[in-house]
């Protein structure tokens, strides 16, 4: 089968997310790896790291769906990422003349964050003008793919070379690549109309909360929203407790630590490409649930993780099982989310989405760590493998949501082209 062209413009947008992806799939875990050999962090401030930074980013980032909303989608996009190049820099900058801080390493995390709420709504908005809603599938399942294939070859090569060139070397590639982004967002060619608002330009109190409106008022938006804030809070919750076991409590070198990561991520590979055929077979509502429910229930392998290459293989197959079917699950998720939101709410449910989600995540990070300080990482894992089995409750009740047309828009007088989140940059 042919590869299906979505046009010039979307290759020069998946182009710029492509090479930041793969500059953050190189400093992926770079922070937590730095607190623990750099600056000696135990479980509480690992946690801390994963915790604080993206919680801070998700209350400044409040503001900022109404804020993009109203306005022109590339410039908006070009500003987030040469903003997390300048933050980042300063890691390396202060790295070299020995002033490199945990305080700092949680300032960065927070810029880093609220600038990426805000590129991911406005690349969102963005993405509906440049395909066709028939298309809007192929086109996350595409991030997607990116993605997991950035997971896969980035980690390794990123501990290899951490190995060789010392600590910070993956957050220099990372910034760069978000340079490189801004300049294949620059390229893309087309006038991109302004959006129009019919009152002031200033940001009304009520606009803050227009996404969630619109998320807990629709059912299956609602269902989904929760099971995604348990489950993605939940694995995220592991990926700092697992740095302490593996590197400081089982001994496992840096690339075997990358190696844990990345492998698995060849099963992102094969969920985002069946999406499209999966869909088309058994329909969006039956993959939505199937695979919403299936995610959830390997996380508990992570509790019985032993040191050498048993552990390896051990973390390797749950990993690669969670994330086959997260990859089949997220660009299906991200085109109902679109096909069931407004043209004129659309930045701001992404949003409120991924504040939702920041907030999640730090929530159930800090208290594994505070359960992992008191007790074990091992504990922390266990229970984190304990409650993500409760998620697929929430899926239960609401399939038939899924299933469920959205009824045709009205055009309004502020609406513009919008369009489904891309998965990460």
Known sequence: MARRSLGRRFGWLWAAY??????SGLALGAFPLMAVLVLGAGPAKVSALS????AMGALIALPLGPWVEYRRRRPVMISMDLARFAVLMTVPVAYAFGRLSFAQLLVVS??????????NAAAGAYLKALVRPRDLLVANARFESTNWSSIAVGPPLGGAAIGVFGPVISVVADALSYLLSALGITAIRGQEERPRRTESSRIRAGDLLDGWRHILAHPGLRALYANTLLVNGLISATEPLLAVLLLRQLGFPPWQYGLAFAAPCVG??????????????????RVLHAAGMLRA?????????????IGLVT??????????NMSLFSPVLATYRLEHTPKDRIARTLSAWSIGSGLSIALFTALG??????????TA???????VLASPLLLLRHRENFARVPEPELPAANSQPQAAVVPRS
């Open 51 to 54: 915790a604080v930074g993206p």
């Open 268 to 285: 992102g590979l094969v969920g985002s490409r069946l999406a499209r055929r999966v869909v088309t077979r058994y329909g969006q509502d």
């Open 315 to 324: 973390v390797i197959a749950v990993e690669f099982a969670i994330i086959v």
């Open 18 to 23: 492509a090479v930041s992806a793969y500059g």
């Open 297 to 309: 229930v390997w996380l508990i392998g992570l509790a019985f993780i032993r040191p050498g290459l």
């Open 381 to 387: 894992l266990t229970a984190a493998g304990v409650l």
């Open 110 to 119: 927070a810029v880093v964050a609220t600038a990426k709420i805000a590129f």
């Open 369 to 378: 760590g505070l359960l992992a300080d008191a007790t074990s990482p091992r």
